[in-house]
T-cell receptor, first 109, second 113 residues
Framework: DAKTTQPTSMDCAEGRAANLPCNHS???????VYWYRQIHSQGPQYIIH???NNETNEMASLIITEDRKSSTLILPHATLRDTAVYYC??????????FGSGTQLTVLP | DAGITQSPRHKVTETGTPVTLRCHQT?????MYWYRQDPGHGLRLIHY???????DKGEVSDGYSVSRSKTEDFLLTLESATSSQTSVYFC????????????FGSGTQLSVL
């Protein structure tokens, strides 16, 4: 599976959009991009995933560049409850999802 | 939350004792996973199951065994606990493989003294 690179931490003002970047320059054609988040002391929570096209659900939007070498997770109106560690994961045919260190997003009041 | 229950939620044990953690699901999902989470290492896969009595090793399986005799239960056993196995253990389930979403339990905090 391709390796991902994320910033260690980010801040965002409450009510503003949070844009979390992820680089995955070695991604191959059949690998999906997944985003999970983990709120302190809880289990990780699935957010969204995509292959080539941009995706949106009730939680977030996922923007994948045309060359698929990077993506951005967008939380359109961040709240204090969105403070968490956000993991970007690229996964191919293997059954295992490998979680890296992620980005600590802090939403500020 | 998806119907996943981990037990116990907290456990303190001594080095050399056997420990079994239980994961119970009510979603009838085929795939079940055990992860451990440690500072500086993120989440690492220990073992997973792709059906009743079908299991396979993850990246950090040494010192752990698993069993799945029913769809709903996935047990993780530390045959002889060591201090290096002090960690938070998460169970996860998924319905499919290949394009899967994992749903995680609330975790078990295990301390081996």
């Amino acid at each position: 599976d391709a390796k991902t690179t994320q910033p260690t931490s980010m801040d965002c003002a409450e009510g503003r959009a949070a844009n979390l970047p992820c680089n995955h320059s070695t991604i191959s054609g059949n690998e999906y991009v997944y985003w999970y988040r983990q709120i302190h002391s809880q289990g990780p929570q699935y957010i969204i995933h995509g292959l080539k096209n941009n995706e949106t659900n009730e939680m977030a939007s996922l923007i994948i560049t045309e060359d698929r070498k990077s993506s951005t997770l967008i939380l359109p109106h961040a709240t204090l409850r969105d403070t968490a560690v956000y993991y970007c994961i690229v996964r191919g045919s293997a059954r295992q999802l490998t979680f890296g260190s992620g980005t600590q997003l802090t939403v500020l009041p | 939350d998806a119907g996943i229950t981990q037990s116990p939620r907290h456990k303190v044990t001594e080095t050399g004792t056997p420990v079994t953690l239980r994961c119970h699901q009510t979603e009838n999902h085929r795939y079940m996973y055990w992860y451990r989470q440690d500072p500086g290492h993120g989440l690492r896969l220990i073992h997973y199951s792709y059906g009743v009595k079908d299991t396979d090793k993850g990246e950090v399986s040494d010192g752990y065994s698993v069993s799945r005799s029913k769809t709903e239960d996935f047990l993780l056993t530390l045959e002889s606990a060591t201090s290096s196995q002090t960690s938070v253990y998460f169970c996860a389930i998924s319905e499919t493989v290949g394009d899967e979403k994992l749903f995680f339990g609330s975790g078990t905090q295990l301390s081996v003294l």
